[in-house]
């Protein structure tokens, strides 16, 4: 789609400003969120922690008067039963959310013929009840209650998890129970119940600034619930298992832990009932029970405000938009003719029309001096295609040269392998890779006589044109004089001689020659400068031949070289190789290094030839990343028998 440059200038500044507008909208809804959500919190953990300290409060004072009647009872451990009735009254006349009262006596701690005992008052409406629940069917004592087991056992006060008491006024209720001594003799424990649904109705917590509440026990059992058919029926864990919320798993947690805190649900309302909106719930624990209480506001209330704002913010935006583009539009004319003049010009250059000159313009500003510097651009554009032509020809001139430079030094390296295909009592194999168009490195090999082989392994220093030459001129000298029977030093002192009567000392050659009889195994060689050779024996162990004799060809005069002399036992290898490979270097820096080479070769002895040399040239290639810092050259013989 093409747009004009007036449209550019349009989207150029109100797409920006849109952008900008967006995030400074964005994050000004943002600070309000999180500052009414603050606020916000910081109210609703307040409520619940007052409400829940309210609570701890009436719990607190519940709980003492179970604990005044116990102490009442370690110091008067002779009271009669009348006066055990008549301190049980009181206790309920003490605190009016108090059900009932008991003194539960250990098997026959109160009388020696009595084997239980256990005075009990409880409400019936606006009267009182006296009765002892101690039965042969109510057998406090047997370790299954509770409220009794638990003091005895741990020899202190306890809250109860809510139960439903059948034995004296089959309701819900919970039960705080205190331990009681004589002569540090565990005699029973005073009980004060609490009746749930009376819990309720006393406290009315529901409809506190209208939020809905809960009050779950230690164990997670609601006591107290918005829905009325949850209390004692359900649990925050049961609901959890039902409505699968995670959100609502991490405040079970921190719920049941006794933290201060708040949670946000995500279609989950406080009960654990499931709903479309998002509810932050806020709890607190009411100490001195061990229960905690949690309540809840709706995520719409508190973002009520922040719409409005928003719905205000959108509407000055849309109108600053609108007289921003009545601007642009205003300004984008005057400065679009001149625009549209230079646009046409660049559209017939592009057309191949080089005298595109553009005219008709005349201002001093930037728009004038693009058409100045336009115009003089086409000027020199036509001076540079015109140089540029030249050297581009100049310049494949030269890669065709090179091409042809590598074409031809392939041609002088062996190529054909097996070489030998009818010498079945060894195998040979040579890769050469290059660094650039033409390496400086070469491999031979050759029969004289059909007795002799002669394998040459050689680095020209430098690489390009000028060591392609030398490489040409050593290889036609060096087969000259093995065809006339020269041993491998010989040759080096002739071919040194030589490159020194008609070559540059700036390039030398470092070489090895080896004169190898298929007959015997015998192989003489001659080192000038190069990597000594590897020798792998039939045990697979990688052996280094001794260090070079003689020093480079074609430098210096006067030199003497040495001929050595092994014996290649059948099912060795050796190999001949230049420093492409224990040079060769890693993206990072790193070089190959012998070690590795030696391991390679130790690891592939039993392989042939050609696989040796094919695992050398993959392993150096994937080293180098595929960029080779030297020209590779490998040469791997092998005696079969």
Not at 58 to 74: C, G, R
Not at 275 to 304: C, H, K, L, N
Request: aromatic content about 10%.
């Amino acid at each position: 789609m093409h747009l004009s440059i007036r449209w550019k200038l349009i989207l150029s500044i109100v797409f920006p400003l849109i952008v900008i507008s967006v995030v400074v909208v964005w994050f000004t809804l943002d600070v309000i969120y999180e500052t009414a959500k603050n606020r916000l919190h910081r109210q609703a953990t307040d409520i619940a922690r007052v409400q829940a300290a309210q609570l701890d409060g009436k719990f607190l004072a519940v709980a003492q008067v179970a604990k005044s009647t116990a102490a009442y009872l370690e110091i008067s451990p002779d009271l009669s039963e009348e006066q055990l009735y008549d301190l049980l009254r009181a206790n309920l006349q003490q605190n009016p959310l108090a059900y009932g009262s008991a003194i539960a006596f250990e098997p026959y701690q109160y009388s020696p013929d009595r084997a239980l005992y256990s005075p009990y008052v409880y409400r019936d409406g606006d009267t009182t009840r006296s009765i002892n629940v101690a039965t042969e069917s109510y057998d406090y004592s047997n370790g299954g209650w509770e409220w009794y087991s638990r003091p005895r056992l741990f020899g202190h006060p306890i809250w109860t998890e809510p139960f439903y008491d059948e034995g004296a006024g089959n309701i819900l209720m919970v039960t705080y129970s205190v331990p009681f001594y004589v002569d540090s003799k565990f005699r029973g424990v005073v009980t004060i119940d609490v009746e749930l649904e009376a819990l309720q109705r006393q406290i009315d917590l529901e409809n506190i600034k209208g939020l809905p509440y809960v009050i779950v026990s230690t164990a997670g059992s609601f006591i107290s619930h918005p829905n009325p058919d949850f209390i004692m029926t359900e649990s925050i864990q049961s609901r959890a298992e039902k409505i699968n919320s995670p959100e609502y798993l991490n405040f079970i947690e921190r719920i049941l832990h006794k933290e201060i805190g708040v949670q946000e649900l995500h279609g989950v309302t406080l009960g654990g009932m499931q709903t479309d909106s998002t509810t932050w719930i806020f709890y607190a624990p009411i100490i001195s029970t061990g229960w905690a209480f949690s309540t809840s506001v709706s995520e719409s209330e508190m973002t009520s405000d922040i719409r409005s704002q928003l719905a205000k913010g959108v509407l000055g935006i849309v109108i600053l938009l609108g007289l921003v583009i009545v601007c642009v539009l205003l300004v984008s004319t005057s400065l679009t003719r001149p625009i549209s003049k230079l646009a046409n010009a660049v559209a017939r250059l592009g057309a191949g029309q080089l005298d595109s000159k553009v005219s008709g313009i005349t201002s001093k500003d930037e728009i004038g001096q693009l058409a100045t510097g336009f115009n003089s651009m086409l000027d020199q554009l036509n001076k540079n295609i015109k140089s540029l032509g030249r050297e581009m020809a100049a310049r494949e001139l030269v890669e065709n040269e090179l091409t042809v430079g590598r074409d031809i030094q392939s041609s002088l390296l062996p190529s054909i392998f097996p070489p030998f295909p009818e010498r079945k009592e060894f195998e040979l194999h040579a890769v050469n890779q290059a660094a650039r168009h033409v390496a400086g490195d070469f491999f031979d090999f050759f029969f004289v006589n059909q007795e002799k082989l002669v394998m040459v392994m050689a680095d020209v220093s430098g690489k390009g044109v000028p060591a392609a030459m030398v490489m040409a001129v050593a290889r036609t000298i060096i087969r000259n004089l093995a065809n006339a029977g020269a041993s491998p030093a010989e040759i080096l002192l002739e071919t040194n001689r030589l490159l020194l009567e008609n070559n540059s000392p700036s390039i030398f050659i470092t070489m090895v020659i080896a004169c190898y009889e298929p007959t015997t195994g015998r192989l003489v060689y001659s080192n000038a400068g190069h990597h000594p050779p590897y020798r792998i024996t039939k045990q697979g162990e990688v052996q280094k031949f001794e260090d070079a004799s003689g020093t480079i060809v074609g430098m210096l005069d006067d030199l003497s070289f040495e001929d050595s002399e092994t014996i290649v036992e059948a099912g060795e290898y050796i190999i001949m190789y230049t420093d492409g490979i224990s040079e060769a270097r890693s993206p990072d820096g790193g070089f190959y290094g012998e070690e590795y080479f030696e391991a390679l070769l130790a690891a592939n002895a039993g392989s042939s030839a050609c696989e040796i040399c094919d695992l050398t040239i993959n392993e150096l290639n994937g080293f180098q990343a595929g960029k080779l810092s030297d020209d590779i050259t490998l040469l791997v013989f092998r005696r079969c028998h």
